[in-house]
């Protein structure tokens, strides 16, 4: 499959924002393909697959963990990630804080927010904002983990995303302006249906699975 053309129309319709493979469910030939042309940073969602195919990635491969994130797997996301962006409560902080200071590492993270308030989404809610807040400044006092901005996904109707998009900016900027010794600049959204719609809002991070890929086939 020629991954180059398709990474090359993307990379040139995002202007300064970096790009994300979404690479679940493909196999880790088709990851190094795409490393290969210039990708660098990837996305998984479980950490099974992640211990399945990154044990042994190149030094320069950045792997963050998007999905859904369970206690029980925090241990290894904190062990084999560079960042979790699917920080969706307090407790889930502290303890990937605790993994992270047993193995002496700063580990970077997003707090995801659900801005289009569908159930079937992860996140704290964009209504919440004392509940952000609250965690904002609790994460003061911990001192093995940063968060570095948000992350979100668009709505289900494609037409809403804009607004999704538009609303994780507002929150970003509002916390950005009221804690400005945090480093809270990083916006992750957008994927293969919406990207252009979220890089116009102002997102810094795209994540792309199907155009990049091609259509998944589970078995």
Not at 1 to 19: G, V
Not at 161 to 171: A, D, G, R, T, V
């Amino acid at each position: 499959m020629d991954y180059l053309t398709e990474i090359e129309k993307i990379k040139a319709q995002i202007n300064n924002a970096s790009l994300m493979a979404v690479s679940k469910t493909r196999s880790i030939e088709e990851i190094l393909s795409v490393y290969d042309c210039g990708v660098y940073i990837f996305g998984e969602n479980t950490v099974q697959e992640i211990k399945k195919k990154f044990l042994n990635r190149p030094s320069s491969l950045e792997l963050h963990m998007i999905g859904h994130l369970q206690s029980n797997k925090v241990r290894d996301a904190v062990l084999l990630t560079d960042m979790i962006e699917s920080v969706d409560s307090y407790r889930l902080l502290c303890l990937i804080n605790q993994e992270a200071e047993k193995i002496e590492k700063i580990m970077p993270v997003l707090l995801e927010i659900n801005t289009s308030s569908e159930l079937s989404k992860y996140g704290f809610s964009s209504e919440n904002m004392d509940i952000i807040e609250d965690v904002i400044l609790k994460s003061k006092l911990l001192k093995n983990i940063e968060i570095e901005g948000f992350m979100t996904v668009g709505s289900i109707n494609r037409e809403d995303s804009e607004k999704c998009f538009s609303k994780l900016f507002k929150i970003k900027e509002y916390f950005s302006n009221r804690y400005s010794s945090m480093n809270l600049s990083k916006l992750s959204m957008g994927m293969s249906n919406d990207y252009l719609t979220a890089v116009k809002c102002g997102s810094t991070q795209v994540r792309i699975g199907t155009l990049i890929f091609g259509e998944r086939h589970y078995d």
